[in-house]
Every structure is written in C-alpha cells, then in structure tokens.
C-alpha cells in the first residue's frame, strides 16, 4: 500500500530557532518527492518538487533533502518566522500506474507553530 | 496572474440537500484536480481533468459525486444528496501538466447537518 507518514504531528518552537520535518514514503514506483505549506483555511502551497535523482533542493529558507534509497525526505526550516506557523505537507508522486497517470499520496501534515 | 478561484468559500446545508462547488483555474492550464481534505488529513484525490476528458475518476463516489468541466476551463464539483460525512473542505488545484506544481485554491469548507 502506497503510503507517507510524517514526524512529528505537531512541533512548536521559538522565533528564531531551526527545526527539521520528516516524512517516509513507502511508494512504488517513485517518481518525485513534494513539500507543500498550508496556512489555516487556505490551500496548499508548494515548497520544493524533487525528482527521484535530486538529493536537495533549496527554496529561500526552506531546504528539502531527498533520499530514495532509505526513502526518507525532510524539510529543515532556518532562523524560523512567525509567518512559517502552518501545516507542512509530504507528497509521494508515483510514476505512470495502470491509467497512465501520475498518482500523488499526500501526507497528513506537520502543524509546526512558531511562537514570539 | 490571478490563482485559482474557488466559490463559494464556504455552505453549510442540511443533509440530503444538493450542493455544487466551482473552480475557475489558472489561465492556460490544462490540468484540473478536485481534491477533498478531512480535518487534520492530507487532501485526497476525487476527479483529475486533462481539458474537458476526466482522466482518473477512480476516486470519486459516482452514487452521489458529479463533475463537468465544459469547454475545457471551469469545473463544478457536485453532491447530491449530501451525507454528514461529506463534511470537508474541497481543494480544487490546477497545472501546466500533470507532472508539473499543482497550484491549489482555498477551497470550499462544506458543513453538511
């Protein structure tokens, strides 16, 4: 079963301060890894897309790293902001399945909440 | 360059009742998704479109979900009748290609009682 599990649920850290998200996918076959950012009552808003031959990809403060042979990703955020206060979410995209489309399997999210 | 539009941003119906969401995509863009989000849950895919041609319904309850997307551009995602447990909020998300970002809308908080 095609499956992403993320850790932790929750995290709550200060201003300021570094904090790591992980997720592990357990998708076959693979074919990109995705970080989206969700603010309370809006939608998704992708982070960072990587391929299954990428090991990091940088987007401002946000830094995703990739590896497929553990099957593990995570999303390091730097010198956090109160902004960054959302759910984060880990999409595995499946490459072409029996329809010949690409299938995503979505996380359930991290709530990380950045407090002053 | 305007996003996704979504309406209305939030219903609440009794149930039984008939609802329809709509989606207005980002211009230019082929590929249209109808995802569905449970609280505290990732969203979770009911219906893709590659223009007007629904790709992968496989999803989607066919008993009581519908969608159209006529001409290629708009979609409005259907329920009828409504059950408690369509409670949700319905993301609709659109891209260039299927492989490509999926820029989501704010979605429709459904609140069916």
């Known amino acids: 079963k095609n499956q992403v599990e993320q850790s932790p649920q929750s995290l709550i850290i200060l201003e300021g301060k570094n904090c790591t998200l992980q997720c592990n996918y357990t998708v076959s076959p693979f074919s990109n890894l995705r970080w989206y950012k969700q603010d309370t009552g809006r939608g998704p808003v992708s982070l960072t897309i990587m391929t299954f031959s990428e090991n990091t990809k940088s987007n401002g403060r946000y830094t995703a790293t990739l590896d497929a042979d553990t099957k593990q990703s995570s999303l390091h955020i730097t010198a956090s902001q109160l902004s960054d206060s959302a759910s984060y979410i880990c999409v595995a995209g499946l490459s072409r399945s029996n329809f010949g489309n690409e299938k995503l399997t979505f996380g359930t999210g991290t709530r990380l909440t950045i407090i002053p | 360059e305007a996003g996704v539009v979504q309406s209305p941003r939030y219903k609440i119906i009794e149930k039984k009742q008939p609802v329809a969401f709509w989606c207005n995509p980002i211009?230019?863009?082929?590929?249209l998704y109808w995802y569905l989000q449970n609280l505290g849950q990732g969203p979770e895919l009911l219906i893709r479109y590659e223009n007007e041609e629904a790709v992968d319904d496989s999803q989607l309850p066919k008993d009581r979900f519908s969608a159209e997307r006529l001409k290629g551009v708009d979609s409005t995602l259907k329920i009828q009748p409504a059950e408690l447990g369509d409670s949700a909020v319905y993301l609709c998300?659109?891209?260039?290609?299927?492989?490509?970002?999926?820029?989501f809308g704010p979605g429709t908080r459904l609140t069916v009682l």
């Open positions: 998300a659109s891209s260039p290609g299927q492989y490509n970002e999926q820029f």
């Open positions: 211009s230019g863009h082929n590929t």
